[in-house]
Structure formats: C-alpha cells, structure tokens
C-alpha cells in the first residue's frame, strides 16, 4: 500500500472519532500524573453482604499458577509484566478474577497472599496492572471480594485507596465505550467501598459518567452498542455488579436505570445464544472470557430478577443492534443485519456483515470463526476478516476496510431489512450492504435467508462483480459429507478446504470451510439435514 492509500485509510478511519477522544488522547499520552499515596479514607460499614457475583471458570490453580486465555504460567517464573507475553494475557493476570470465580471460596488463602504479593510486586503508577482497565476490573473484584466476607488488610485497603485516585485521573477519554464504563463503574465501587468526600467524588464522577452512557451503549433492544454478543455478555455482567453494589449504597437514578435495562440486557442475551447455551460469534466474540450466559441469568434471579423466557420459535428481530434471530423446530439461525459498529468505536468490529450461524438438532453447524488472540497480526487481520465468517468477499477484499488490530476505515453500511413468515411457511430474513459498492470492487451484496423444518436456502444477489466468493466454516465434524448437512448449489462452484475455529481466546481448532466460487450475478445455496 502506498503513501497516499495509507493516507486515505487513515482519513476514513480517523475522521469518525470524537473530538473528546482526540483531545483525551493528546491529554492521555502527554499528562502524566504521579501516585496520590497519602492515607486511604474511611472503610464504609457494610451489615449485608453481597450476593453471590456471576462466576468465571477458576484461574488460579496453584498459589503462583494461572491458566488464562487456555494458556498456563506460573508468576514465580514470568513476574506480573513479561513483554514477551501477549499484552491480553498479562491484562487477565492483573484483573483478578480468580476472587469471585468457581469455588473461590477454597482459595481465599491463596487469593489474601496474591494480593499482598501484587501489591509488593507492583510499584504504584508502573507497568501494566495500572493501565487504566485494569486497574479498573480489579478494584471492582478487590471491592466484590470484601463484600462478600473476606477481610482486605490495610496494605491492600491503603493501595484499593491509591488504585482508585489513579484510576480518577487516567480516565479512557480517548476510547469511550466498554473502556470508560469499566472505569466509571470501578469508580463507583470504591466511592461505595469508602466513605467521606473524597470517596463522595469518585462515586459522584462515577455515577454522572454512567447515567450518560448507559443510554448510548444500551441499545433500544437491550442490546450493547459494540454489537458483540461476548462484551454484550460483559456489559450484562456489569449491569447486574452495579444492581449488587445498590444493595451497598443506594445508587439513585442511577440504580433506577441500571434496573429497567437488565431485563432487555438478558432477552437480548438470550436471543444471540445457540441452542448449547453459548453465544454466536459476530465481531469480537468467544467463550469462556464472560460468566455463561446460564450463569448470568443465574445472578440475576440473585438480585431478585425473575427468569427470563427462552426465545420463542419464529422471527426475533433485534433491529437496533443489527441481528435477526429465526428459529424453527430443531434449528435455529443467528444473521448480521447490522453495523459494524458504533461509527466512534469500531475496535471490535469484523468484517462480517450478512453473515450467518446455524444449529441443527442442538448442535452447531456452520459458524463464524470466532476470535483467538488480540494484537497487531496476520492471524488477528484474517480473523476479523470477511473470509473468516459465512459471508461473501469479492476479490479478496472485505465488506468493511479493518485493519491494524482494532481499526476500520470505510465501513459496509446495511439496507433494506425485513423478515417474516413466507408463503411457503419458511421464515425469512433479507438485508444487503453497499461495502465492495465503497471500496470500489462491485456493487451491493443482498442476501436472504430462507428457513425451513429441513433446510436453509441462501440467496446471494451479487451483480456487478467479478472474483466474489461465498463461505460457509463447518463446526468440527459437522461439514458434509459427514456431518448432518448437505450442501448444494446454483450458480457457484464447489471447493473444500482446510480452516481453524476459535471459540477461546488461546483455543484454535481444525475446521473444515466450503468456499462457492460464484459464476453470475445469483448464486443460491441449500443446506439439507
């Protein structure tokens, strides 16, 4: 690529952003503030304790070993800040998760060393358990663990007190979305945990920042505006932590509209899972970095929420955030109708708009790749990208311009929606997208969905364009011959070949994809079972 396309990607990437971001990122990269280590305030007296947080699978399975993102280490022989570790992997180290995880009570020995280890271990201000969402998570889980009956000593109560007035000066200005939530929301715990005008401030900052948000990143459909169904999952997580804490302190306005959302938050939840209880992979999504979605409910029905229905076979549109759900008896099929992603904050985003998943008799069938690692990769480009999802490319190119890890600059832009029940009583679902239309490679993709009892027809309308290929990415040993499905097709040609799934971060799984080389302007595929 040269100088002047670099040019033009960075334009069309950069001129979405908000100037607070700009602004925040000049300020974040050039103010640098020194660690406040004068005395913690007031610990809070709290008569109730907490109910029982959503739990992650255990992290820590010896006093120094962590298996995170399927890989072990023990900290004894890499320390708390490697640079030769993967920047995700050292993240999930310095949130400590591991207090309110699976059976967390059998370690709480071991988490009280942990913690008095990571503080001696990690001088304030320095490396990057206090970059800012880290820092974030872990007052969170410091504060869920006391509230939950574990005693925090006086170093760990005097560095919960530095944590959070660094944290109050570090705010992700310049990212927004999930980032700053996490802060804000970790701002109101330690404002909860505390008690006296200088905790009043972090919870007031806290609370304002969240009262904003909430009706940004909370779609009219319940679902979160990063449109992935696993930071969804996270945002849910949050919610139900901020109905817990209001068990604490009363959180006022705040509380009331963290509570109307959570029963949105959890259909909407509900509607993205496949029948095994799990979530489909659209944008940055994979199991095991969020509570089950069982576990979610779970919680909630702690906090005094009822049970939520599971989706009813039909049509569920969930327009807001870009999904249509169609579900018969026996199969069901996930479908991105949406954006990529809020215009401002794209990070997660992949380039797979009109693709689609599919269970069959509980079991999935044709799936997304889902997303293995973060980073700046080969690997990471091929996995936000459109031949890694059920949908079409053209020429190679994706529908969205992503790049650089966490980037996009020319964006698909979705049109045409409807769905329903046809004459033939199979549902429906269609959309198109005007994404090669902008990166100058073809024209408008429109694809429908047509679901039966015994069969999912796809129709491709794909004029104008010249080298356009559609994919389908069979779950492990799910891909015809073997698997359940047939595969047929009109106007494209057949090919097998070799892929890699991944439902984990870490967790990279052999696959098998079909590529349909399409011939004319309409292809049209059918799976059988």
Known sequence: MGPAARALRLWNTARHLRPIQVVGRIRFKLVHPRPDLRAAPPVRVVSTRLPRPAARAASLISPSRFRLLCVERDIDAVGWDDHAIAKLWRYNLHYFDDLCSEGAEGRASWHRSLIGRWIAENPAGRGTGWEPYPTSLRIVNWVKWAWLGNQLGPAAVQSLAVQARWLSKRLEWHLLGNHLFANA???????????????????????????????????????????????????????????????????????????????????????????????????????????????????????????????????????????????????????????????????????????????????????????????????????????????????????????????????????????????????????????????????????????GSRSLEIIDDISGAAGAVAAIHWAPGMEPPAGPVRITTVGGRLADSPSTWHPGFGDVRANRRTLIHVDGPRLVTRLEW
């Not at 919870?203 to 459909?221: M, N």
């Not at 039909?314 to 996930?334: D, E, F, K």
């Not at 490319?393 to 600059?409: H, K, M, N, Q």
């Open 185 to 451: 929301k970790a701002l109101v715990f330690a404002g909860s945990f505390f008690e006296g005008q200088e905790a009043d401030r972090w919870f007031q900052v806290g609370t304002s920042i969240l009262r904003r948000e909430i009706p940004e990143q909370i779609l009219a459909d319940g679902g979160q505006f990063e449109r992935s169904p696993m930071y969804h999952a996270l945002a849910l997580e949050d919610m139900l932590d901020l109905c817990g804490a209001a068990t604490v302190r009363d959180l006022g306005e705040l509380g009331e509209a963290v509570r109307s959302r959570i029963g949105p938050m959890r259909r909407w939840l509900g509607a993205m899972c496949h029948p095994d209880g799990e979530i489909g992979f659209f944008n940055d999504s994979a199991i095991g970095v969020h509570p089950s979605p069982s576990e979610l409910n779970a919680y909630a029905m702690r906090l005094g929420f009822g049970a939520v229905p599971p989706p009813a076979d039909g049509v569920t549109n969930l327009l807001p955030s870009g999904y249509v759900r169609l579900q018969v008896p026996g199969a069901v099929v996930l479908f991105d109708v949406g954006e990529v992603g809020p215009a401002y904050l794209p990070g997660h985003a992949h380039a797979d708009t009109l693709s689609f998943e599919l269970s069959v008799g509980g079991r999935r069938i044709a799936v997304n790749s889902g997303t293995s690692e973060y980073g700046i990769g080969a690997e990471r480009s091929r996995q936000r990208g459109s031949m890694a999802h059920n949908t079409v490319s053209i020429g190679g190119t994706d529908s969205s311009e992503v790049w650089g890890g966490f980037r996009v600059a020319r964006r698909a832009r979705p049109f045409g929606v409807s769905s329903g029940s046809g004459p033939d009583q199979r549902l429906f679902a269609r959309c198109g997208h005007d994404g090669f239309r902008r990166t100058g490679v073809g024209s408008d993709h429109v694809r429908e969905l047509r679901l």
